[in-house]
């Protein structure tokens, strides 16, 4: 058995959709806090766990029976760290043989990226469990592009501090097929491999807005900003000084070329290029609506 958490998300939506599609696939559990928001898949069973990550005894009850397990990162919290290494516990306690984790680009103890250094100490706590682990270390989301940007009078602005740093931007459709494609494959072949999963090209900001430009036809231009500039323009938005943190340290993480990898995961593990973030964004209007207005 296959269990996903995260499918009432996007990306574990998506996973999880390919998994019931794969012909002749293993049975699939759907762990999620609200049932009621979960995903109807022909042969899916969904089983709760309202207290989440945070919850060890019952997200280890909500694991028992599963052979593998598709542990997608917690949303953005103050006690992030925490909820991943009960996570991490409860898998092993229920007895869970294999896990994929969903990590980030760069994990690393000195990351500049406050997020980056989180999934580090994750994935330094999965391997101490013994477990069979695959790591997928995901680059920055194409889809994320459009959200960088800000309307002013008629244009885009991406106002940030990433100097003239380079990402590879990554399709979650292309994280999802990655995903599905780990989880299936039960040989030994991905065992305590960790994978950088990105897109096909790494771009800077600026060449991330004239992409927006071309596929949008909003103006869009990339404005860099120090870091004073980058926390005295996202601090009003009222949000805790921890998340303000994360927003700007991706950005410096950018700038000091810790999101420049590229890899040939997608192709290797899919069968297919990676898509470019064009493509992307040509396939997905909806990530960019709000921009044009």
Do not use: C, N
């Amino acid at each position: 058995m296959i269990a996903v958490t995260g499918s009432t998300g996007v990306l574990g939506g998506r996973v999880a959709r390919r998994l019931a599609a794969a012909p002749g696939g293993p049975p699939l559990r759907l762990v999620v806090r609200d049932p009621g928001r979960a995903p109807a898949l022909p042969g899916a069973e969904v089983v709760a766990a309202p207290g989440g990550y945070a919850d060890g005894p019952g997200l280890a009850a909500a694991l028992t029976g599963v052979h593998t397990l598709y542990l997608v990162s917690a949303a953005e919290a103050e006690d992030r760290l925490q909820q991943h290494l009960s996570a991490v516990r409860a898998a092993a306690d229920a007895g869970v043989q294999r896990v994929v984790y969903t990590s980030f680009v760069g994990a690393a103890p000195d990351a500049a990226f406050t997020l980056a250094r989180q999934h580090a100490a994750t994935e330094e706590a999965l391997a101490a469990t013994g477990v069979r682990a695959t790591v997928l270390r995901h680059g920055m989301y194409a889809d994320f592009v459009p959200f960088f940007a800000t309307r002013e009078e008629g244009r885009a602005v991406i106002a940030a501090p990433g100097g003239q740093g380079r990402a590879g931007f990554v399709s979650r459709d292309d994280l999802a097929e990655v995903g599905a494609a780990a989880l299936l494959d039960d040989s030994p072949a991905l065992d305590g491999a960790v994978l950088t999963v990105t897109g096909p090209q790494a771009l800077t900001l600026a060449e991330a807005a004239a992409v927006l430009t071309e596929v949008t036809g909003v103006p869009t231009t990339y404005r860099e900003q120090t870091v004073e500039e980058a926390w005295a323009t996202r601090r009003p938005s009222g949000h805790p000084d921890w998340e303000v943190e994360g927003w700007v340290s991706s950005y410096l993480a950018l700038a000091a070329g810790e999101l420049a990898e590229v890899t040939d995961v997608v192709p290797r593990l899919t069968g297919h290029p990676a898509r470019t973030l064009a493509e992307h964004l040509r396939a997905h209007p909806e990530d960019w609506a709000a921009l044009r207005g």
